[in-house]
């Protein structure tokens, strides 16, 4: 975002366009989404910069948005290679799918609803202070720490930014307020952000850094007309400090929800000390009282951030030593089973490794292994669809799409998709002692899952989507031990395999260890045989008995390309969102190899945005541009 402001101003001004494509190429690469956030961004900057140069008119306005369009296409072919598959991804998930997402609720929330009391509370009381109503897990402001209204950029902001509007002409400054307004207006009617982000979420995040841009820059707009010669208003000083101390004492919260009362005294002190000092910084005189105000704003930053760095809770160096956190016991374990056991299998855990208040759902990359649980604001898309018909995941909880809650209270799923063992620190449950051996690393109870199905198995029966969705979790979990779930479109494409009849379901008081065994010991009759198995290439053989529907348990995925004894075979989706291969009988050779989608395309707008690149450059050296200031006139 600052090489992007940097690139532009240099655009704008000096007509050096060499660092605007490299910007939008590196936030491309970043997160795509952004290009459309930065997009509003740097265009309504770029209508404040032509209103503050008075350049304000169709011409100079389409001359900088057609040099920005054009050198934004060349930072989009240098980021191709990463750009296209972090927009497959976003498409790929069930956020940017449509699946699932906070669109309607948001879009239909009334437009001029303000934000409740807390909302609006913390979004005041952290123009002031980052801190103001708590650190980390003291926090006691709207949402969270981090994602809460963010609005601190300095005490003197506040200050100085209503000083601009007199120091401007009528026209610009009218263009200025109105500008500032439309900026803040989501911060009172909170419909308007939810419009930023185009109903994706309820958030803050970037929109809180523009809003704190933007009260920089006018007052450092402020600020340098003034020490230009310009007098301060008095009188409108003075009422900005009683309206801001007005606020900053206003009950927004409880004295519980409040923790900070010691900067809300600081903050009270320093606006009437900035204020004292503006009255008399500004003279011609008064030059050494500028260093006073430098000293000041440094003490001011220390103090405020020093809040915010030694409030925070801390990962101290003795607690390395500690078996707690990532370093607990589930270390032993895995350092017990990795070298015992070199097939592949995944392991869900009962408890959380973080110190975090709330559970988390990576351990698994933390600990480096296989599991089930995870979360990713773009989860993939198909996984999660799996989540949801079985009963795991809301359809209705655009939470659960990226929270994926995973297979722990599942163990016949869990043995389905290859959870060979489960750590636990707590009861393990009647059905969990009959269907596990389990054994303690380090005080730590670990089951081996004796009924866990290999990474390809078969089915020789399938029931339509549409009947699986009437059945309970429980039946549901029964019936994937006799029949894959087949969406109802693709139930004509596995000639061979017969539909599961619901009268033929074991009833959930009826089922026992004896019917478990039968159903998992059917479908291992004719299972894939792994020679290979790494993160982007599996290889096996299976020789089945008649024809079958294989389940292979890993979420369906558009680069996964699949192999039938050489030749490309389609996937079906199983499940709702696993992995399915119809196999004929007799011998087959499988194979899956992930190639990310549209690469050579990717590689080949790359090239050209190089050389497109390469060629403005080598054209603007030969030609060497003239130097066009904003203003219009032009120097050699």
Same mark, same amino acid.
């Given at each position: ?133 708590? %650190? $980390?897990?003291? /926090? !006691?402001? =709207? ?8 609005? #601190?950029?300095? *005490?003197?902001? &506040? ?40 109903? %994706? $979420?309820?958030? /803050? !995040?970037? =929109? ?8 920089? #820059?006018?007052? *450092?707009?402020? &600020? ?322 008649a024809d079958k529907m294989m389940y292979l348990s890993v979420p369906y995925d558009i680069g996964w390309v699949l192999k039938v004894d050489g030749q490309p075979k389609d996937k079906i989706i199983l499940d709702g969102g696993m992995t399915g291969v119809y196999v004929q009988k007799g011998r087959h050779k499988v194979e899956m190899v992930f190639e990310l989608p549209y690469m050579k395309i990717s590689l080949l707008l790359f090239l050209l945005g190089v050389l497109s690149y390469a060629v403005i450059l080598l054209y603007s050296r030969k030609h060497k541009i003239i130097d066009v200031p904003a203003d219009g006139e032009t120097h050699g």
């Amino acid at each position: 975002m600052a090489l992007l402001l940097l690139s532009f101003e240099l655009l704008f001004t000096k007509q050096k366009w060499y660092l605007f494509p490299i910007a939008i190429a590196l936030t491309g690469i970043s997160q795509p989404f952004n290009l459309y956030v930065y997009g509003i961004f740097i265009a309504a900057y770029a209508l404040l910069r032509h209103i503050q140069e008075d350049t304000f008119t169709v011409k100079h306005i389409a001359l900088t948005f057609f040099k920005m369009a054009s050198l934004g296409i060349a930072g989009l072919l240098l980021s191709a290679p990463f750009l296209i598959q972090n927009v497959l991804q976003l498409l790929n998930s069930p956020r940017g799918s449509g699946i699932n997402s906070y669109a309607h609720s948001l879009f239909s929330s009334p437009v001029f609803a303000t934000a409740n009391k807390m909302q609006l509370g913390t979004s005041v009381m952290r123009f002031f202070s980052n801190d103001m109503v708590g %650190t $980390g897990v003291d /926090y !006691r402001g =709207y949402h969270n720490y981090l994602e809460g209204p963010i609005f #601190y950029c300095g *005490l003197p902001c &506040l200050l100085l930014l209503p000083q601009l509007f007199p120091l401007l002409k009528r026209r610009i400054r009218m263009a200025f307020i109105i500008f500032l307004a439309v900026w803040m207006l989501p911060i009172v009617f909170p419909y308007f952000r939810y419009m930023f982000w185009l109903f %994706t $979420g309820n958030y /803050y !995040r970037a =929109y809180s850094f523009f809003v704190t841009f933007f009260v920089l #820059y006018y007052s *450092l707009q402020a &600020l340098d007309i003034l020490i230009k010669g310009r007098k301060i208003n008095i009188i409108l000083l003075v009422i900005t400090i009683v309206v801001l101390l007005g606020l900053l004492y206003y009950p927004f919260f409880t004295i519980k929800e409040m923790p900070a009362h010691y900067i809300v005294k600081f903050v009270s002190i320093m606006l009437v000390v900035y204020g004292i000092l503006f009255c008399f910084m500004f003279g011609r005189k008064a030059t050494y009282l500028r260093y006073v105000f430098l000293g000041l704003v440094v003490l001011e930053l220390i103090h405020l951030s020093r809040i915010t760095v030694n409030n925070m809770d801390a990962y101290l160096t003795s607690d390395l030593a500690y078996k707690g956190g990532y370093n607990d016991y589930t270390v032993e374990a895995l350092n017990y089973i990795k070298p015992r056991d070199t097939t592949f299998y995944r392991i869900d855990k009962t408890y959380s490794s973080s110190y975090t208040y709330f559970p988390t759902y990576n351990d698994g990359m933390a600990q480096g292994y296989r599991g089930t649980r995870e979360y990713s604001p773009f989860n993939q898309k198909y996984y999660i669809l799996y989540l949801q018909l079985m009963g795991i995941a809301n359809r209705n909880d655009e939470g659960d799409s990226r929270w994926a809650y995973g297979l722990i209270d599942r163990p016949i799923l869990e043995s389905e998709n290859r959870v060979k063992y489960i750590f636990t620190n707590a009861d393990i449950g009647d059905f969990r002692r009959s269907t596990c051996d389990s054994f303690n690393v380090s005080g730590l109870v670990v089951l081996q899952n004796k009924y866990v199905l290999p990474f390809g198995y078969t089915y020789s029966y399938f029931i339509k989507e549409s009947d699986f969705e009437q059945l309970s979790n429980g039946q549901k979990d029964l019936v994937s031990l006799r029949a894959c779930v087949l969406n109802d479109k693709d139930a004509h494409i596995a000639p061979g395999i017969k539909e599961f009849q619901l009268k033929d379901t074991c009833s959930v008081s009826a089922f026992n260890n004896d019917i478990y065994r039968q159903y998992t010991d059917s479908l291992s009759s004719d299972t894939l045989a792994l020679t290979r198995f790494d993160e982007t290439h599996i290889m096996g053989t299976v020789n089945a008995g008649a024809d079958k529907m294989m389940y292979l348990s890993v979420p369906y995925d558009i680069g996964w390309v699949l192999k039938v004894d050489g030749q490309p075979k389609d996937k079906i989706i199983l499940d709702g969102g696993m992995t399915g291969v119809y196999v004929q009988k007799g011998r087959h050779k499988v194979e899956m190899v992930f190639e990310l989608p549209y690469m050579k395309i990717s590689l080949l707008l790359f090239l050209l945005g190089v050389l497109s690149y390469a060629v403005i450059l080598l054209y603007s050296r030969k030609h060497k541009i003239i130097d066009v200031p904003a203003d219009g006139e032009t120097h050699g």
